[in-house]
């Protein structure tokens, strides 16, 4: 401290440092990263297994499920794999921008979060980024579901009754009866991926009013202005 500048003026300058200090993160900050790594990281290695199948053709209806001996249950998984294997063979571009789409998606939340977790001021604009991408993604899906999956369901239900018929003669029981595998069929192929789909607005919803409204803008603007002085 010069001669010339007195106790107050010093004190000013110090105050002025301490207010360019990074503000702590707020709770909803963290927890909202954290999901957005949890979608991000699903996103990523789902997209990549289905990208990495429809390019070698490969089939993952018969992979083995240790540890799982009610039939029941087998036809629920393995017939998810067949019926989403079915769709994407009847509809293979679709089925590949849809995989391109969740990977783009991916990459977006993941950069989101490294935002986050590093104090970026591109932090906020990335995950309202992210929650108009999830919102356009899911609410095509749900359109292409309606609009094209829908009208097929029946056609695939031959492909639901292989599965069971394996599954149950590896046990012994009577298979179910076709009534059961067409209303299965109908929920697995639509009532289930919709569901997703209303989830994954949901929360693109969420960082929306979070992250682009009033919370977001006071508290990343309050850091913006303290970095800047």
Not at 112 to 134: E, I, L, T, Y
Not at 145 to 155: E, M, N, P, S, T
Request: charged share 20%.
């Amino acid at each position: 401290m010069s001669a010339n500048q007195g106790p107050r003026e010093g004190w000013k300058r110090l105050s002025g440092e301490a207010s360019r200090q990074p503000s702590r993160r707020p709770r909803w900050v963290t927890v909202l990263a954290v999901l957005m790594l949890l979608a991000g990281a699903r996103l990523f290695l789902g997209s990549l297994t289905d990208l990495r199948r429809l390019a070698t053709g490969g089939s993952m209806v018969e992979v083995r499920l240790d540890g799982l001996a009610d039939a029941a249950q087998e036809v629920l998984i393995r017939g998810q794999l067949a019926l989403d294997e079915a769709v994407a063979r009847v509809h293979p571009v679709a089925a590949r921008v849809q995989a391109a789409a969740r990977l783009a998606l991916a990459l977006v939340f993941l950069f989101a979060v490294a935002a986050v977790f590093s104090d970026d001021p591109r932090a906020r604009r990335a995950s309202v980024f992210a929650a108009w991408a999830g919102m356009a993604l899911h609410v095509g899906s749900g359109a292409f579901l309606f609009a094209v999956v829908r009208k097929g369901v029946a056609d695939f239900v031959p492909v639901l009754q292989q599965v069971a018929a394996k599954a149950h003669a590896r046990t012994g029981d009577a298979p179910p009866a076709p009534a059961d595998l067409a209303q299965m069929a109908s929920t697995l192929m639509i009532q289930v991926p919709l569901l997703s789909a209303a989830l994954g607005v949901l929360f693109s919803v969420l960082l929306l009013v979070t992250f682009g409204g009033r919370r977001g803008r006071l508290f990343y603007n309050d850091g913006e202005r303290a970095d800047h002085g």
